[in-house]
Structure formats: C-alpha cells, structure tokens
Nanobody, 125 residues
Framework: QVQLVESGGGLVQAGDSLRLSCAASGRTNSNYAMGWFRQAPGKEREFVSGIRWSSGSTRYADSVKDRFTISRDNAKNTVYLQMNSLKPEDTAVYYC??????????????????WGQGTQVTVSS
C-alpha cells in the first residue's frame, strides 16, 4: 500500500502563488510516476502535471504550462506543485496520485491507482 498526503491548499487572489506538497509513504516505487490532478465542482477530474521519481522528467497540461512547476525530493519522498499566476479557473480540489504504469507519465486518471485525500485551492477574482 502507498499513502499519499497533500497539503498547501488555501484561498488566494488571482495572480497569487501557492505550493502544494504530496508526501508519499509505504510501498512507493521509483519506477512509477507521480501525478497531480484537479477536480472542480461538476467537472471531471483532470490531469495537471506529472513527474517521474527516477529521471525527474515532467509533463504538463496545456492549461497550466508556464505557470505551474512540478518537482520532487526523493530523499523526502515528496512531490511539489508550485502554482504561480493563479486564475479563478484553477479553483478545484487538487489530488496527487501514483501511477501504475512503469516509465511513463500518462494524463489518464485510470492509470493511477493510489490517491491522496485532496487539498482545496480557491482563487478569487
């Protein structure tokens, strides 16, 4: 089993920044990627960004490219999502997840089998 705990969400104004953290414990595996997803009310859960533990390679959704940065600290088993220039449309519950696909970062939520409880991000205009 893998346990994932997100933190760092909150209420901010448009243009502000937030950094989310996802602490992983249990049977983590560096062969898999970690992903950040978000879900706004009434919408599907969508891919935001992903990173591979081993290589540090990353992937971003077009909607957040150039504003969000994903990173990881292997020693702390923690993944971060730095979110800059936040917009009201970024408002959602943000989840981190561990992929079950080796060696790739996929945007498909069904390729992820461990999920955190989520952290709320609210951006006011």
């Amino acid at each position: 089993q893998v346990q994932l705990v997100e933190s760092g969400g909150g209420l901010v104004q448009a243009g502000d920044s937030l950094r989310l953290s996802c602490a992983a414990s249990g049977r983590t595996n560096s062969n898999y990627a970690m992903g950040w997803f978000r879900q706004a009310p009434g919408k599907e859960r969508e891919f935001v960004s992903g990173i591979r533990w081993s290589s540090g390679s990353t992937r971003y959704a077009d909607s957040v490219k150039d504003r969000f940065t994903i990173s990881r600290d292997n020693a702390k088993n923690t993944v971060y999502l730095q979110m800059n220039s936040l917009k009201p449309e970024d408002t959602a519950v943000y989840y981190c997840a561990q992929s079950r696909k080796i060696g790739v970062i996929t945007p498909n939520r069904y390729d992820y089998n461990y999920w955190g409880q989520g952290t709320q991000v609210t951006v006011s205009s």
